[in-house]
């Protein structure tokens, strides 16, 4: 595949992978929650998200903190929080402020769907590294807009049909360098 980054999804990964990345020279953002409290399915996490967060926040981080693989920690991913305004903020800065009781020296982020609301309701700005979730189309206009902000594709297709040229004008750059 060629990549050299990984971005763990929406829950804590066995140790083993975390001890094979930092054996193969991975970089990781290492994430947690698919759900806060606004449910995705049923029987999600939601129901036992307010019991449990801090306590897990906790386990995973202290768990998985002195790997030097893990270079950021991802605290949701296209939770609908983030599109909820004032209370999806709220949620949001109270799980960094737990996130930073058990490590302040890697960034904070989430993989985001919903830029446009995330972004009208401070929640983007809380970010230390915004993910854009299939949004590639929106990187260039948001960095001129936002050029404070540092954005990352968090969650992209490899070989999508519908971006097909740009995969191939990549191999045929890639094998011109050869």
Known sequence: MGSNALRLSHNPMAPELLKYADQ???IVINEIF????????PHGYSSHFMEWR?????DWMRRDRNHPSVVAWSLGNEVPEQRMGESGVEIFSDLIDIASRHDT???FTAGLDHVDAATESGF???????GYNYR???YREDHEQH???VIYGAETLIYPL?????????IIRYRGKR
């Open 124 to 130: 983007a700005q809380l970010l230390d590294l915004v």
């Open 147 to 149: 050029p404070e902000r």
């Open 162 to 170: 519908h971006d097909y040229d740009s995969w191939l004008t990549g």
């Open 54 to 58: 801090e306590q897990d926040i906790a």
């Open 105 to 107: 020296t890697r960034p």
């Open 34 to 41: 698919d759900e806060w409290l606004e449910p995705k399915r």
């Open 24 to 26: 193969m020279g991975f």
């Open 136 to 138: 590639k189309y929106r």
